[in-house]
């Protein structure tokens, strides 16, 4: 399976389609393995797709428990898990988020030296960091032991800080998700569970990379973790809007583009309209590739919301919200956007929104008050309540039940 990353709903489908049979033993035995590009078999490569919902969790899942039922498909669903884990984390922490754009500044403002600028051009000496830099850099997507090792070499061997990792690797990620991405570097630098760190260790490096790389004898392999306090406690996700009793007008963004399974039949769309502001994942903006990427789904999800509702659909700046809104005199309705660069551009486009929240998400987020293995206990009941997130309403999950 060529390593290509979908950016239309049509070529995410067909990537799933040809995933789904490794979806069970093969992903469980070979997921960890990372034997080098265009030699990737156990990995799906459907982050970027998943992260802007052309195609959904649900339906995700689905396939995996179509094809081979809830035992052999455990570790392809949980990884799916992981992500709705980490978004109702940060759904119930928001000022984590806050924090971390804060530290990214400061930090940013003190660094000294050239070992920052080392790192980020791929020039540190340690081969396989340097390596994962140029893969990061040309192809905007590592595999995801490699994004651990990554986070743990700069943290603990460079001695940079995560919050500048976290910021350089948003920047250049596909599927760059501000929960994903902030709470899995805190969790490898020892903040997210307190004293738990992630090291990368030479050994298991030469062993899952198949060889093709061997730093034994360049990595800190004995750091402490990074001190700081611990997260806050969870607060109370807030509530959803409901849809407008007559026509209104749809707002997408990057976060979710299958409008056709939000709405429900029947929903009056009047006018549609779509926004993308990758730039705003960093004072310093993204890569070139990132924006091609949000760019190209975003015009995926309104080109088939116009072909579904018979509406003409383009792409609006953050700045003109306001003047299409009143342009239309219609109440605004948007997917939820998570917390993250796009929540924070749609909360300040002075535009009254209502906002619609999946099942899924309705479900799983707020479950996210603790670690990842009290909410993985949840999954079989996760399993048996909610419905595929289809256009036809269709359960995926009979099987799971």
């Keep these: 399976m060529s390593e290509t990353f979908p950016t239309d709903r049509a070529a995410a489908l067909q990537r799933l389609a040809d995933f789904t049979p490794r979806m069970g033993r093969d992903y469980a035995q070979g997921r960890n393995t990372d034997p080098g590009p265009g030699r990737r078999r156990d990995v799906s490569c459907l982050s970027p797709a998943i992260r802007h919902r052309l195609v959904t969790e649900a339906e995700v899942v689905g396939a995996a428990l179509a094809a081979h039922g809830p035992r052999a498909a455990e570790k392809f669903i949980q990884e799916v898990f992981w992500r709705s884990y980490w978004k109702g984390f940060l759904e119930l922490r928001p000022g984590l988020w806050v924090a971390y754009r804060a530290a990214v500044k400061a930090d940013r403002a003190a660094i000294r030296g050239h070992a920052l600028a080392r790192a980020e051009a791929g020039t540190t000496g340690i081969g396989c960091l340097d390596a994962w830099v140029a893969e990061l850099r040309e192809t905007g997507w590592l595999h995801n032991h490699a994004r651990m090792w990554f986070a743990s070499i700069w943290i603990f061997t460079l001695k940079l800080p995560w919050t500048l990792g976290a910021d350089f690797m948003l920047r250049h990620l596909r599927d760059g998700d501000a929960a994903s991405n902030t709470l899995s570097w805190?969790?490898?630098?020892?903040?997210?569970?307190?004293?738990?760190?992630?090291?990368?260790?030479?050994?298991?490096?030469?062993?899952?990379?198949?060889?093709?790389?061997?730093?034994?004898?360049?990595?800190?392999?004995?750091?402490?973790?990074?001190?700081?306090?611990?997260?806050?406690?969870?607060?109370?996700?807030?509530?959803?809007?409901?849809?407008?009793?007559?026509?209104?007008?749809?707002?997408?963004?990057?976060?979710?583009?299958?409008?056709?399974?939000?709405?429900?039949?029947?929903?009056?769309?009047?006018?549609?309209?779509?926004?993308?502001?990758?730039?705003?994942?960093?004072?310093?903006?993204?890569?070139?590739?990132?924006?091609?990427?949000?760019?190209?789904?975003?015009?995926?999800?309104?080109?088939?919301?116009?072909?579904?509702?018979?509406?003409?659909?383009?792409?609006?700046?953050?700045?003109?919200?306001?003047?299409?809104?009143?342009?239309?005199?219609?109440?605004?309705?948007?997917?939820?956007?998570?917390?993250?660069?796009?929540?924070?551009?749609?909360?300040?486009?002075?535009?009254?929104?209502?906002?619609?929240?999946?099942?899924?998400?309705?479900?799983?987020?707020?479950?996210?008050?603790?670690?990842?293995?009290?909410f993985r206990e949840s999954i079989p009941t996760l399993l048996g309540r909610l419905a595929g997130d289809q256009p036809a309403r269709e359960p995926l999950w009979a099987s799971a039940r």
């Design 186 to 374: 805190r969790w490898v630098a020892g903040i997210q569970t307190l004293g738990k760190h992630y090291v990368a260790r030479a050994e298991n490096i030469a062993r899952y990379t198949e060889g093709r790389f061997d730093p034994a004898g360049e990595l800190e392999e004995d750091p402490r973790p990074v001190e700081a306090p611990p997260p806050p406690r969870p607060g109370t996700l807030p509530a959803a809007d409901r849809l407008p009793d007559g026509p209104f007008a749809l707002l997408l963004h990057e976060d979710d583009l299958h409008a056709e399974s939000l709405l429900p039949a029947g929903a009056r769309v009047a006018a549609i309209a779509g926004v993308a502001v990758p730039e705003a994942r960093s004072s310093l903006g993204c890569s070139a590739l990132v924006a091609e990427s949000a760019g190209a789904a975003l015009a995926d999800g309104l080109s088939r919301a116009s072909a579904h509702w018979g509406v003409p659909a383009g792409r609006v700046a953050v700045t003109d919200l306001a003047g299409w809104a009143a342009s239309h005199g219609l109440p605004v309705v948007t997917p939820w956007a998570p917390v993250g660069w796009t929540a924070d551009a749609l909360a300040g486009a002075g535009v009254p929104m209502r906002r619609l929240r999946r099942e899924w998400d309705d479900a799983c987020w707020p479950l996210a008050t603790k670690g990842f293995f009290p």
